[in-house]
């Protein structure tokens, strides 16, 4: 409902455009939301299964494991059936990167230098070239070079760039530049210091993440912070948020991210109070229920659930749709920042979401009408 403010425009670092399938990353191309699968990708059925969660969600991207040449076998049938770009995540084998290529892969997850010697980097890229697949360097502070590691004594930033710069260099020698860099740790301090360094000296699309964040809770706070300084910094063109979870509730928590600083917008953005002894309703049990029954609206709309007139007709000025706790029984609803009516404390969350779903058919309609135009 409102418009950007002077202090919330992010400037975002100028990159490279690629594509990954049909998704744009870098340039002027929306950040984008990623995720991995965590079946066996041999359980095909498994897979597109995990997968169209995922799309529920709002995914763009999925990436998904190819170890063995059964899993890059798999991929041909998992791609056919899902609607999102696919990235075959290859380690050491370049055999599998071809195979997967071939599978009709988005994109190659690679360290092109431990493809293997230099005709085998040839043949790999040959092949994403021939079936116009992408490439996404991923270098890791747990896996680094032994040269780098002896260089530096242990994992840096520096070594990671390093790391970075140095598989990109392999790509760019051999006139290949639809590639994309990740530099992720585990480290929030030194992840976020890594892409710094990487976003100043080039300008390639980057990927960004913090690996092996944790469980839902722990990743999400750690993800939040070592992402959140990114993005508001302006770097990152594309991210994945990394939990001991099931895939779509990464998804959940990286678009959570990107709309807490306003750079994408999908579904419905609930602005709640934590609640207290003033609260007209339940606020935590009302909330809980309406984000589960209102995750199928993917059109963006902002809701206020405020539990008493302290904050609530503040918070109603800047959400389509606000909601304040009153007394007897009643509580005021707010449309567009101005009072519009009361509403019964019975079916209270049905009355919401009736409201909701009435506001979005209207915003689609009034899209529609435009386009028409």
């Not at 418009?3 to 975002?12: A, F, G, V």
């Not at 984008?32 to 995914?59: C, F, H, P, W, Y």
């Not at 380690?91 to 493809?115: D, Q, S, T, V, W």
């Amino acid at each position: 409902m409102s418009s950007l403010r002077p202090y919330q425009h992010i400037e975002r670092r100028k990159s490279r455009k690629i594509y990954v399938g049909d998704v744009a990353v870098g340039g002027d191309a929306p950040v984008s939301v990623q995720t991995m699968t965590n079946t066996l990708t041999t359980d095909i059925e498994g897979t597109i299964a995990q997968i169209r969660k995922a799309e529920l969600a709002g995914v763009d991207i999925v990436r998904v494991s190819c170890p063995d040449v059964g899993s890059t076998e798999a991929l041909k049938t998992i791609v056919e059936e899902v609607n999102t770009p696919i990235v075959a995540d290859i380690h050491f084998h370049y055999k599998r990167a071809i195979e997967a290529a071939e599978a009709g892969a988005a994109c190659l997850r690679i360290n092109p230098g431990n493809i293997g010697s230099a005709e085998r980097v040839r043949e790999v890229v040959k092949a994403a070239r021939d079936h116009g697949c992408s490439i996404r360097i991923g270098v890791n502070a747990g896996s680094l070079e032994r040269h780098l590691l002896e260089k530096y004594g242990e994992p840096k930033p520096e070594a990671l760039v390093e790391s970075a710069l140095e598989h990109a260099k392999i790509l760019q020698d051999h006139d290949f530049h639809e590639f994309k860099i990740s530099v992720k740790a585990s480290d929030v301090f030194m992840a976020v210091e890594a892409y710094k360094q990487l976003a100043a000296c080039c300008d390639h699309p980057l990927h960004i993440g913090i690996t092996e964040a944790g469980s839902k809770r722990a990743g999400t706070v750690k993800s939040a912070l070592g992402l959140g300084n990114l993005l508001w910094a302006g770097v990152g063109d594309t991210m994945r948020v990394s939990l001991s979870a099931p895939p779509e509730e990464e998804v959940l928590v990286g678009w959570d991210i990107l709309k807490s600083l306003g750079l994408r917008h999908r579904g419905v953005k609930i602005i709640s109070c934590p609640s207290c002894a003033r609260q007209g309703f339940n606020v935590v049990e009302t909330v809980q229920t309406l984000e589960d029954r209102l995750q199928h609206i993917k059109t963006p709309l902002t809701l206020s659930i405020i539990g008493c007139v302290v904050n609530g007709p503040g918070e109603a000025l800047m959400t389509d749709i606000g909601v304040t706790g009153g007394g007897s029984g009643r509580h005021m609803v707010y449309a567009a920042g101005k009072q519009d009516h009361t509403m019964p404390a019975e079916n209270m969350i049905e009355h919401i979401v009736q409201l909701v779903e009435a506001r979005v058919e209207a915003i689609e309609a009034g899209t529609a009408e435009k386009a028409a135009h």
